[in-house]
């Protein structure tokens, strides 16, 4: 059972380059989500979408773009990296309608140096 | 002011003491809620689901006040193994899509 398959697990980048990290599930959920995690922040939510084609800024989503072209996935780019992205991501997903589980990969870690 | 707050801790309790965490909500507008379990350095996972009338399972008992807009989550006879971070958890329903809104979570460390 894959569920939801996050990559990289760690990546360090330099200031100003970019890349995209890659979010899969299995489940055939509408719902897509990524969050970031810093020290005493909580979960905050970058981008959402609910289902392909659709997508929507969450609480931080300056520096971050999303697109979601099939069901499955839900890659999240950096354009630009800065220090201050720093953190932990997580992609999540669940069903639409109704108190739902959502379903995390395990994370990437990601340094701008 | 946040839309889920917790107290942070760290709570240190003894193995097989009750601790009790509190969880305070913002929008009356919430429509479910749950509590999440996240161990260090992993990705959270589900604990439980809350329900208006309180539920239990096993050691733990979640509480939920829609007056107050305050949820609860009871552990009893604590285990090394509750050690973790617990994470109160809201959902809304907003323009016709459920959005899950996370407390900054709370720490448990349970030592012998």
């Known amino acids: 059972n894959a569920g939801v398959t996050q990559t990289p697990k760690f990546q360090v980048l330099k200031t100003g380059q970019s890349m995209t990290l890659q979010c899969a599930q299995d489940?055939?959920?509408?719902?897509m989500s990524w969050y970031r995690q810093d020290p005493g922040m909580g979960l905050r939510l970058i981008h959402y979408s609910v289902g392909a084609g659709i997508t929507d800024q969450g609480e931080v989503p300056n520096g971050y773009n999303v697109s979601r072209s099939t069901t499955e996935d839900f890659p999240l780019r950096l354009l630009s990296a800065a220090p201050s992205q720093t953190s932990v991501y997580f992609c999540a997903s669940s069903r639409q309608g109704g108190p739902t589980e959502a379903f995390f990969g395990q994370g990437t870690r990601l340094t701008v140096v | 002011r946040k839309e889920v707050e917790q107290d942070p801790g760290p709570f240190n309790v003894p193995e097989g003491a009750t601790v009790a965490f509190n969880c305070t909500y913002s929008n009356s507008a919430s429509q479910s809620f749950f509590w999440y379990r996240q161990d260090c350095r992993k990705e959270p996972k589900l604990l439980m689901s809350?329900?208006?009338s309180g539920n239990e399972d096993g050691r733990f008992t979640a509480q939920l006040n829609r007056a107050s807009q305050y949820i609860s989550l009871l552990i009893r006879d604590s285990k090394l193994s509750d050690s973790a971070t617990y994470l109160c958890v809201v959902n809304l329903l907003l323009g016709g899509y459920n959005k899950l809104i996370f407390g900054a979570g709370t720490r448990l460390a349970v030592h012998p």
């Open positions: 489940m055939n959920h509408e719902y």
């Open positions: 809350v329900y208006s």
